[in-house]
C-alpha cells in the first residue's frame, strides 16, 4: 500500500517567515495530493491540493508543489501570521482509492 | 448544511464495555470513513464504506467493527473496549473518494476507555 512521510515533526518560525514542510509518497500510481490544516481541537480541513498532472498551485500565501519523478510534494507557506500555527497533514491518493496521511508537522509560528 | 456530524462528542468507557459511535453526513456523498488520531501518528483508517450496504477494512480494523445501513449514516462499534482504544476518532465523507477529492471530516470524539 501507500506510505507517506512528513518531514519536519514540528517546526517553529518567526511571524513573517516562510515556512516549508516535506512529504514523500511510494506509490507512483497515487495522483492526488491534499494538504489538511488541523486547529487545536478542531477537526482536519483542507487548506490546498494538487493533482498529478500540476507541478505547481498557489493560493494567496500558501502554494504546493510537485515532483512525480522524486516522489515529494511540498507545503510552502510564506508570511506566516500566528494563526498559522496548527498541525499540517499531507495525504497522497489515487481515483477509486483512499488517502494515506502523513503523521503531521505541528507549526508554531512566534509572534 | 451540518456537513459531518458525529455523536457523541466524548465519552468514557471501562475496559470491556461496548459502544457505537455514529456519524452523519447531509452531503449524499458515497464515501465515508472512520479514522483514529493518536499523538504523532497522524491519521489512520480504520473502515470505510463506498456506498450503502458496503464496509471494508482499513490499516488498523481490529476490534473495530462498522454498518453503512442507510447512505447518510455510518456506525463504529467497539464490542469489548480496551485502554489501547483511547483516542480520538474521526469520521470523514467524500463524494468520490477521498483518494481524489477533498474529505470534510467531522468534528472528532474523543475516546477514553479506563
Known amino acids: 500500500g501507500e506510505n507517506v512521510e512528513q518531514h519536519p515533526s514540528t517546526l517553529s518560525v518567526q511571524e513573517g517567515d516562510s515556512a516549508v514542510i516535506k512529504c514523500t509518497y511510494s506509490d507512483s500510481a497515487s495522483n492526488y495530493f491534499p494538504w489538511y490544516k488541523q486547529e487545536l481541537g478542531k477537526r482536519p480541513q483542507l487548506i490546498i491540493d494538487i493533482r498529478s498532472n500540476v507541478g505547481e498551485k498557489k493560493d494567496q500565501r500558501i502554494a504546493v508543489t510537485l515532483n512525480k519523478t522524486a516522489k515529494h510534494f511540498s507545503l510552502h507557506i510564506t508570511e506566516t501570521q500566528p494563526e498559522d500555527s496548527a498541525v499540517y497533514f499531507c495525504a497522497a491518493g489515487r481515483s477509486g482509492g483512499k488517502s494515506t496521511f502523513g503523521d503531521g508537522t505541528t507549526l508554531t509560528v512566534k509572534p | 448544511n451540518a456537513g459531518v456530524t458525529q455523536t457523541p462528542k466524548f465519552r468514557v468507557l471501562k475496559t470491556g464495555q461496548s459502544m457505537t459511535l455514529l456519524c452523519a453526513q447531509d452531503m449524499n456523498h458515497e464515501y465515508m470513513y472512520w479514522y483514529r488520531q493518536d499523538p504523532g501518528m497522524g491519521l489512520r483508517l480504520i473502515h470505510y464504506s463506498v456506498g450503502e450496504g458496503t464496509t471494508a477494512k482499513g490499516e488498523v480494523p481490529d476490534g473495530y467493527n462498522v454498518s453503512r445501513l442507510k447512505k447518510q449514516n455510518f456506525l463504529l462499534g467497539l464490542e469489548s473496549a480496551a485502554p489501547s482504544q483511547t483516542s480520538v476518532y474521526f469520521c470523514?465523507?467524500?463524494?468520490?473518494?477521498?483518494?481524489?477529492?477533498?474529505?470534510?471530516f467531522g468534528q472528532g470524539t474523543r475516546l477514553t476507555v479506563v
Open positions: 470523514a465523507s467524500s463524494p468520490t473518494g477521498a483518494g481524489y477529492t477533498e474529505a470534510f
